[in-house]
């Protein structure tokens, strides 16, 4: 595994989570990471996207002003800062890394094992 997302958990609607993500094993300081998410019954799909040097930023429609997602320091780590949390955004949140910006899963080439988050209404 070369992707480890973490922070993951149970949360009330209205509520906030930071989930993480560090590679093992090597740097992708130089890479595009992103979030995406699979619920229950239905396909993976892109959350939230962050080019190499962190700065710029892309997220899909339904976490847009809810959700932040950054780089550390050492640009090696992302981070999904999540707030306003909703049952909808129940998901396992997967990590991934790529040399193309963008929010097609086809542009990522390493993945994390994903992180459950689960919103309680």
């Known amino acids: 595994v070369q992707l480890q997302a973490s922070g993951g958990g149970l949360v009330q609607a209205g509520g906030s989570l930071r989930v993480s993500c560090a590679p093992s094993?090597?740097?992708?300081?130089?890479?595009?990471m992103a979030w995406f998410r699979q619920a229950p019954g239905k396909d993976r799909e892109f959350v939230a996207g962050i080019n190499w040097n962190g700065g710029n930023q892309l997220y899909s429609d339904s976490v847009k002003g809810r959700f932040t997602i950054s780089r550390g320091n050492a640009k090696n780590t992302v981070y999904l800062q999540m707030n306003s949390l909703k049952p909808a955004d129940t998901a396992v949140y997967y990590c991934?890394?790529?040399?193309?910006?963008?929010?097609?899963?086809?542009?990522?080439?390493?993945w994390g094992q994903g992180t459950l988050v689960t919103v309680s209404s």
């Open positions: 991934a890394a790529g040399l193309i910006y963008g929010s097609r899963s086809s542009l990522y080439e390493y």
């Open positions: 094993g090597r740097t992708f300081s130089s890479y595009v």
